[in-house]
Antibody
Framework: EVQLLESGGGLVQPGGSLRLSCAAS????????MSWVRQAPGKGLEWVSA????????SYADSVRGRFTISRDNSENTLYLQMNSLRAEDTAVYYC??????????????WGPGILVTVSS | QSALTQPASVSGSPGQAITISCTGT?????????VSWYQQHPGKAPKLMIY???NRPSGVSNRFSGSKSGNTASLTISGLQAEDEADYFC???????????FGGGTRLTVL
């Protein structure tokens, strides 16, 4: 059974950094695009960043471009999100999501349970 | 990045059919057949219900169907059941807001 499990969340002060990880299992990781999607408390979903299957193509929402970096290690079946210069508005549950193809078009057939990131002093 | 427009809430009685709309622009919904729909129950991760406008993943009930006309995509749920009560989000690939935009979400209440 496909599994995605996020880790690395928690409480961080404004301006701080966190690195989220997503461990993937039970599918051929290097064949699929992956994304990070977040949901602020009581709010809707926001597609934060996507990375193609090979790791060459990446994309970011305007709200995080220049502060967040998505990457993947296909040898370790792990997706990452390096988050710098964190702001209060980055507070959210962050989900790791697997796309149905090698490029991301928003069709996420598997999701992790999510991990909470809280930016507060 | 402008979100796609969904009604905040819809409701229906068991057995009825409801439709949730998702309105975008010619730069997203109108230009691509990469519209997906997700169901989210409270405290849970979203679940893919429809992809590429009208395709159902394996395991999703055929009571769920999707369509598109112009800049508006729609999700129809027929034979409403209590377990369908949830939030529903649409998402479209877009050339102007990479990687893409979600709708604001629709709360479905089964009366």
């Amino acid at each position: 059974e496909v599994q995605l499990l996020e880790s690395g969340g928690g409480l961080v002060q404004p301006g701080g950094s966190l690195r989220l990880s997503c461990a993937a299992s039970a599918f051929t990781f290097n064949n699929y695009a992956m994304s990070w999607v977040r949901q602020a408390p009581g709010k809707g979903l926001e597609w934060v960043s996507a990375i193609g299957a090979t790791g060459i193509t990446t994309s970011y929402a305007d709200s995080v471009r220049g502060r967040f970096t998505i990457s993947r290690d296909n040898s370790e079946n792990t997706l990452y999100l390096q988050m710098n210069s964190l702001r209060a508005e980055d507070t959210a549950v962050y989900y790791c999501a697997k796309d149905r193809g090698e490029y991301s078009f928003g069709s996420f057939d598997y999701w992790g349970p999510g991990i909470l990131v809280t930016v507060s002093s | 990045q402008s979100a796609l427009t969904q009604p905040a809430s819809v409701s229906g009685s068991p057995g009825q059919a409801i439709t949730i709309s998702c309105t975008g622009t010619s730069s997203d919904v109108g230009d691509y057949n990469y519209v997906s729909w997700y169901q989210q129950h409270p405290g849970k991760a979203p679940k893919l219900m429809i992809y590429e406008v009208s395709n159902r993943p394996s395991g999703v009930s055929n009571r769920f169907s999707g369509s598109k006309s112009g800049n508006t995509a729609s999700l129809t749920i027929s034979g409403l059941q209590a377990e369908d009560e949830a939030d529903y989000f649409c998402i479209s690939y877009t050339r102007t807001s990479i990687p893409g935009v979600f709708g604001g979400g629709t709360r479905l209440t089964v009366l």
